[in-house]
Every structure is written in C-alpha cells, then in structure tokens.
C-alpha cells in the first residue's frame, strides 16, 4: 500500500470509529485482525472488538478523534491523537493515545493502542 | 536519514538508556530537543530531560527496553518495547510503552512518549 492509501485508510478507521458505524469497521478490520492495548496486555481479535463497541459507546454522549498527526511506514501507520469525550452528564476529558496500525490489501490486520489508564476516572468525571 | 541510520540511532539511544550513559544520550539530543510524555501532557527542554534521567536512573538498580520493534518513516521512528525494572529492594515490574521521535542529521530533536502509569505500582506477576 502506498503512503497515500495507508493514511486514508487511518483517517477512514478514525472517521467510523467517531462517527460510530460498526459496519464500516468491519469492512476496515481483515478477518485475522487482531487489537492489543498496553493497558490490558492482551490480544483479542476484531471481532470481539467491534462486539464491545456498542456497548462502549453508550458510556459517552460523544466522542471525537482529533489532532490527529499520522506517520506512515512500511506495513502501517502510526497515529498520535486526542481522544475528546462529552459524557451524558456534560462532563468533557481528554486522553493522549498512540496508536500502531498494522495494513495489508486495504484493511488493518493489527491495532497497538498506547494509553494511560490512570487519566481514565477523570476523562469520564468519575472519582477513582 | 536513512532506514538504516534512524535505526541506528533508535538502539543507541535505548542502549545509552539502560546503561544510564547520559554523555552519549546528551549527544544524540539534538540542542533544540523537546520531550513529551502523555502522563503530564507538558514539553520539557533537553536539559529537563537529561536531570529527569539522571535522577531516575539512581532509582533503580536496572531497567531494560527489551523486546524493541521498530519502524521507520520520513523523518523519525516508531518503536515498541517493554520496559522491565528493578528496584534497589529487589522489586520487579514491567510495562509496555511506545515512543514516536523525530530526528535530524544523526540526532533526535522531539520524542513523544506513551505508556500506562497505573502499571509503575504493580508487580510483574501479571506483566509481560
């Protein structure tokens, strides 16, 4: 895939996953896809991930993906963004994540998220 | 740079890490380094980073950056790692952690850094 593909690619995961369109996502995901984020450690496919979304996005009234500054290499992208999230009570956060995207044929094969677990309580105005 | 020279340069800055060589990282900083890290969202100078690592480094009796994956664009690196830690006590923990850097003619000008703070207080049992 070349550079250009590779980042529309990005901005399309990133459009969908905002704009909540789980059939898009799953166009977007390869069958053998596979997620991993550093605050849990563990794989688990893509399916499985699009099957929490659903749920996950009834936490938030809204959520946007922004400030988005993409890197291509051979084989992926790497995306540093702002994470901004309106709760059903108002409340607004902010998380900093990374995320590693691995690409083949049009579609993501793997996703690495980088993120501090530690700000979650506060994004979502929670106590701790 | 090149593919290779970024590559270059990403294991010699991790090495100089681990060994707490900081004459050799001070030289791979290029004068207007800039470091960012997504626990504080703030910008600290070459000089900041330098007595941060200074001091951290007497903290500890070892730290790793072990199982490096690394990917190279235009102008930087990607890479991946765990970070695995020893106290002086003998305590023992680990986390994983990413880092997206910029360079310029031999020498990193920016690093943006992400991991998982909520892992600093755990022990390794469940870590990688």
Known sequence: MTDGEIRELCNRFFDAYQDRRVDELAEIYAPDCIVWHNVFGRETSGAENLAALP??????????????????FAGGFVIQYTLHGVQHDGHRGALWICIVGLCRNGRITRIDEYMDSSKFAAWAGRKR | MTDRELRELCQRYFDAIERGDLETIAELYAPDFGFWVNLTGEESSREQNLATLRDGSALLRRRSYDDRRIDTFETGFLVRYSVNVVTHGGKRSSFWACVVAQCRAGRITHIDEYLDSSKFRRPAASEP
Not at chain 1, 59 to 70: A, H, K, L, N, V
């Open chain 1, 55 to 72: 749920k996950s996005y009834a936490g938030q009234r809204r959520r946007t993906y922004d400030d988005r500054t993409i890197h291509t």
